[in-house]
């Protein structure tokens, strides 16, 4: 899955497709409105991997399924979630939302 924010500025994503691809096309689906998009990518190659880099107009906290084809054939599949935090490492998907007051300590009494 591939993670990225809502900034409209150039953002990359790497991948590693089936085959190459001189001028792919990357197509985007909104998972949750179903609404589709196709996003101008430029290719770079990095090593075994494919980089390509577009403008995404994405939504915060939304999932997305996109394609990347040649032509008519579809080279990859994946997933782009987007969001705004930035310690991806220390992501928390209830980040500002509300928790209950009640606490428990789950402490066991055994006689």
Known sequence: ???????????????????DATSPTLILKNKSTRNTSTVSVTKDTEGDFMKLTGEFSLKEGEQYSF?????????????????????????????????????YDNDFVFI
């Open 1 to 19: 899955m591939q993670i990225l924010t809502t900034s409209t500025s150039n953002q990359s994503i790497k991948i590693s497709p089936r085959k």
């Open 67 to 103: 394609t990347v084809k040649d032509n008519s054939d579809i080279i990859y599949r994946g997933l782009i979630f987007c969001t705004e935090q930035t310690e991806l490492d220390k992501y928390f998907i209830n980040k500002d939302e509300y928790v209950s007051e009640n606490s």
